[in-house]
């Protein structure tokens, strides 16, 4: 299984991607996502690009501008359709990262529906 941590900001996407032992096998980075100000169908366009190719098997993502329930199935739904995942789990930034204080570390977060 390949998972991977998704911190989608409004300055930049950042990617963690780990295998099954949780070792980090790749780190990618990509232009900022706001589903707020950009639009729930950007922000999935920037996090599909900043995967570069890679087809998790899972995926968490932090997401600005994520407020409401509404938005963030839109884009989980989005996730799912273009890259055929079906693990996927979207929340707020803001939510995502106070769950881990880790001294800038990267953290891949996985939730549970």
Avoid: Q
Avoid at 53 to 74: C, K, N
Avoid at 88 to 111: I, K, T
């Amino acid at each position: 299984m390949i998972y991977a941590g998704i911190d989608a900001g409004g300055t930049k996407v950042r990617v963690a991607v780990a295998d099954g032992r949780g070792r980090l096998v790749a780190h990618r980075e990509g232009p900022g996502a706001n589903a707020l100000t950009d639009g729930p169908d950007a922000a999935v366009e920037r996090i599909v690009d900043a995967l570069s190719g890679l087809r998790p098997d899972a995926i968490a993502v932090g997401l600005a501008g994520a407020w409401s329930l509404l938005v963030s199935r839109r884009v989980t739904t989005g996730l799912r359709a273009a890259l055929g995942t079906r693990r996927v789990v979207v929340r707020n930034d803001a939510v995502a990262n106070n769950l881990n204080a880790n001294g800038g570390e990267y953290v891949a977060y996985v939730f549970s529906n």
